[in-house]
């Protein structure tokens, strides 16, 4: 019976340490974003703000270009993260579902592709970008997004489309649909939790990106959130509830999203299919 316990409560034990290891700097950066800025420079650190205020929230929001970027990061994310769904989409199935030449060499392209690090390509997106002349462009930015999360959204969703049973498919095909029917009507529908899980993933890289934006976009019209939190504290010198505020305003889209997608992308593939 010890050896039970023991067993049942290191586990639990192990992840609550973790989670508070891992929570602990997320809540710090959003209860200084509502201290009043006497309780962020006392010496003794307070853990609750006694006199919340939103004071901070507002001197981010009303900083130069913040619903400017708000709005690029917005389009460059949402257009970056639809359009490799879409073309992930049709390639995961032609991998999963379909047999030719080079197949294997696809696949392995696109896992090299997955493990190298866009860092060291930096200066080659960029001669190609200033070659076509895309410079300062939220066009060239969408584009490279795609392809950066495209990799894995291709490796993910083929996984998904391969654990569909081919029964469920032939099934529909033997009822009278063509193959494009088969996938829209049974198969896209059980792909749910890998749409979730790849859009989570494809958002949360392009919404965080950096390095790209730098180099490519210098006027401050086209650039994207990332880029202007880092510039954020050297505007405004060492006000750290204002820049608290703008790391919570900047990390919230995606509390948003994860909180919205994590049950469906986290439940079961086919249980539904197989339950009918």
């Not at 060239?140 to 950066?148: C, D, K, N, P, R």
């Not at 392009?206 to 401050?220: G, M, Q, R």
Request: aromatic share 14%; proline share 5%; charged share 15%.
């Amino acid at each position: 019976m010890k050896r039970s316990l023991i067993s049942r409560v290191w586990p639990n034990a192990t992840a609550l340490v973790l989670f508070v290891i891992c929570a602990f700097p997320v809540y710090w950066m959003f209860a200084t974003a509502f201290k009043p800025t006497g309780d962020i420079i006392s010496e003794d650190p307070v853990f609750f703000p006694t006199d919340a205020t939103l004071g901070h929230f507002k001197t981010a929001m009303d900083a130069d270009h913040f619903w400017t970027l708000v709005g690029n990061s917005l389009t460059v994310t949402v257009l970056s993260v639809l359009m490799s769904l879409v073309i992930a989409l049709l390639a995961s199935f032609a991998l999963a579902r379909m047999r030719f030449k080079g197949r294997r060499g696809f696949i392995l392209t696109f896992m090299i592709a997955q493990m190298a690090p866009w860092e060291v390509m930096v200066i080659a997106i960029y001669m190609i970008v200033r070659d076509a002349d895309l410079l300062n462009s939220l066009v060239s930015l969408t584009f490279f997004y795609m392809i950066m999360v495209l990799p894995f959204t291709i490796l993910t969703l083929r996984g998904y489309v391969a654990a569909v049973p081919k029964e469920l498919e032939e099934s529909a095909m033997v009822d009278g649909c063509t193959r494009t029917q088969a996938f829209i009507k049974v198969i896209f529908p059980l792909l749910a939790p890998g749409l979730m899980a790849t859009s989570l993933f494809g958002f949360i890289t392009a919404w965080n990106e950096f390095p790209l934006v730098l180099i490519l976009n210098k006027d401050i019209e086209s650039q994207t959130l990332p880029l202007w939190l880092s510039s954020f504290r050297t505007t405004f010198g060492d006000d750290w509830g204002a820049t608290m505020a703008a790391s919570s305003l900047f990390a919230i889209p995606i509390l948003i999203l994860f909180v919205f997608l994590q049950r469906k992308a986290v439940s079961g593939l086919t249980s539904g299919a197989v339950k009918g």
